[in-house]
């Protein structure tokens, strides 16, 4: 049987291609438990950033320094991920994920003929013209072999656009856990080996105050109960700060830690007895 020819050709093409804007960046944690694991699943696969999104998490350094960083920590994988520069190159399937990703790498995609899979996690606009249009523009795009979505009003929202023969359904995420559970510092109990019953929240901000990851609300029972017992403390890991809310009336009980990588977790968890995580759906998206 003779092949066609884009089929010969990606005989000898990359097994994969990733495609992202902000990947290998470090804090973004489970793209590099997922990215990762499929560049070292794959041989031959490569991974491709705009770095578009670095100024979203206040980083400075060119894409080049991060990749610098990145294969410090993954010396396994040096020389695997570069710039992407407007084109995806032979690849047996492309993939990605949200659909604001879909904005930068849809057309590529199609010039290259390049079958793809993207996943679809929550943060994308529902009932919104802008992003339906770009759902539907994906979903129709001859190249497309499976969307992957983490939450049932993910899936049922999808459908409209796509049979469900091409939806996939994960439920959750991806996390770094052997970097969480490899060297587990033992737990801190609050009278046993401390005096303080400590509460955190532990976000990314998106959009004034954090409100739809609940920073609000957070910090209106910090202050309840910060006037109701003198050993309760809070801690706040991520980009808010004092001037996000006032907390002047209880700013000896809060502590900001600012944003963090993953290995400081395991340690500041152990010394935590509860963390309050309200977050609010449908009010960034």
């Known amino acids: 049987m003779k092949l066609p020819g884009w089929h010969r050709k990606r005989q000898d093409a990359a097994s994969l291609v990733i495609l992202d804007d902000i990947y290998p960046h470090i804090l973004s944690a489970f793209r590099i438990a997922e990215y990762n694991a499929y560049l070292e699943r794959y041989a031959g696969s490569i991974a491709l950033s705009t770095a578009g999104a670095f100024p979203a998490v206040g980083e400075t350094r060119s894409l080049e320094a991060v990749t610098e960083e990145f294969e410090t920590l993954y010396p396994h994988l040096k020389q695997r991920v570069s710039r992407y520069d407007a084109r995806v190159p032979p690849a047996r399937l492309a993939y990605f994920m949200f659909v604001h990703n879909a904005r930068h790498f849809l057309r590529s995609i199609t010039k290259s003929r390049t079958p793809f899979v993207f996943t679809l996690y929550p943060g994308f606009r529902i009932n919104e013209p802008d992003s339906d249009e770009m759902l539907r523009q994906t979903c129709a795009s001859r190249y497309l072999r ?140």
């Open 146 to 285: 499976k969307i992957i979505t983490t939450q049932r009003i993910t899936y049922d929202y999808v459908s409209q656009f796509v049979d469900t023969e091409k939806i996939a359904f994960i439920y959750g995420g991806v996390f770094p856990s052997e970097r969480l559970t490899t060297m587990l510092p033992p737990r801190q109990f609050y009278q046993q080996h401390k005096h303080t019953f400590d509460i955190c929240f532990v976000a990314f901000r998106y959009m004034p105050k954090a409100i739809d990851k609940g920073y609000d609300v957070f910090i209106a029972v910090a202050r309840e109960l910060s006037r109701r017992f003198d050993d309760v403390r809070f801690h706040v890991v991520g980009p808010m700060n004092a001037s996000d809310i006032d907390v002047s009336d209880f700013s000896d009980r809060i502590q900001f830690h600012g944003i963090r990588q993953t290995d400081f977790f395991p340690q500041f968890h152990a010394g935590m007895d509860l963390m309050l995580s309200p977050t609010v759906p449908f009010v960034l998206f």
